[in-house]
């Protein structure tokens, strides 16, 4: 690792611009210490080990956004299931609350982990204080992730199967109560249900099954330069990696990527469209391809309830957005 990271402060004395070469390296999730096939054939080759139609779509489209981000961004990837629909509705609640464009699964919107970790230090700290990232405020303001599509660890390639630390249930009442849309739960619940959301958070457990998986995967990118501030290099629980000091350095290398990391999910950055993208992607193919009709559904319900109650509009903006909302009015 010292070496390659020797390799890239060098490209960096010699002015080779670190976009340019992270576009010659091509697709994080592809990079190779012993191939040097062109990233379509590894692309290809990875493809073609699954049977299904729809994760085949799904990997292409995956391997594209690398592409053609990979110059300015490094690329994460978060397994997820039951919880789900609550990155649905925050999604929908920055877009009613705050005019948030983008329509993607948002992870966290709470103001208030924030407050106890508003960078990654601040999360490191927090870490040595939980001792595992399964603790509620750790949880709160941060989510796990993989820094490879492909790798072995923490398997991303089948997130059609999913992943859930803890406890799950109730949440959506958390989230209902300090957004002050408590009566919606029903109307929230039939949605998540026509849209082959899972409803474990409802107290309603999911059964898996290979016909109707309830796994999904966010493809993060975070811009290069400000990356070390959001993330760091982990291993399982959390425990900070000291062999990958920076998550930066460690995604820029022509080599084989692993590894896994955590993310502070602040609604700050990944609120702004310059400094992070997400794209997602449903195990199930219905919900997949439903999941947008699922935003345009909950997006009117919210905007229909909240201009039939101002205050709870008002209330919500104080004690779910709280102070974000002045650092977010410039997005």
């Known amino acids: 690792f010292n070496h390659e990271c020797s390799v890239v402060r060098r490209a960096c004395l010699d002015k080779i611009p670190e976009r340019k070469q992270q576009v010659q390296y091509g ?12 990233w379509k054939e590894k692309m290809d080759a990875f493809i ?35 919880s789900a629909i609550l990155y649905e509705l925050n999604s929908a609640l920055a877009h009613v609350l705050l005019g948030w464009k983008e329509s993607s699964p948002l992870p966290r ?37 993989n820094t490879s599509l492909v790798c072995n660890e923490a398997n991303p390639q089948n997130f059609e199967k ?22 919606l739960k029903k109307e929230i619940e039939k949605l998540a249900s026509n849209h082959h959301f899972p409803l474990d958070t409802f107290g309603k457990p999911t059964v ?11 493809q993060i990118f975070i811009r290069r330069d400000i990356v070390d501030e959001w993330m760091y290099c982990s291993k ?18 022509n080599n084989d990527i692993k590894g896994q990391c955590r993310v502070l999910c602040h609604p700050k950055i990944f609120l ?4 992070v993208k997400i794209f997602s992607f449903g195990g199930h193919d219905q919900r997949h391809h439903q999941r947008e009709k ?37 997005i």
Not at 27 to 38: A, I
Not at 208 to 218: A, Y
């Open 272 to 275: 702004n469209k310059e400094l």
């Open 208 to 218: 898996k099954s290979r016909s109707k998986p309830i796994g999904n995967l966010l």
């Open 294 to 330: 699922l935003q345009k559904s909950l997006r009117k319900l919210l905007r229909d309830y909240y201009s039939r109650h101002k205050h709870a509009q008002k209330e919500a903006l104080r004690v779910y957005i709280g102070p974000l909302n002045n650092e977010l009015q410039h």
């Open 109 to 145: 919107l709470h103001f208030q982990p924030f407050v106890k970790a508003s960078n990654v230090d601040h999360l490191k700290d927090l870490l040595r204080t939980c001792r595992t990232d399964h603790h509620p405020d750790f949880k709160g303001g941060a989510i796990c992730a």
């Open 48 to 82: 073609r080990r699954f049977s299904s139609p729809h994760k085949k779509h799904c990997f292409e489209q995956i391997f594209q956004n690398e592409f053609r981000h990979c110059g300015n961004f490094v690329s994460v990837y978060h397994v997820y299931c039951k």
């Open 162 to 183: 999913g992943y859930c630390a803890g406890n799950i249930v109730g949440l959506i009442d958390k989230i209902l109560g300090l957004a002050q849309i408590v009566p």
């Open 27 to 38: 697709p994080q999730s592809l990079r190779s210490s012993t191939s040097t096939k062109p």
């Open 236 to 253: 399982a629980y959390g425990v900070i990696d000291g062999a990958r000091p920076s998550i930066r350095l460690s995604c820029s290398m």
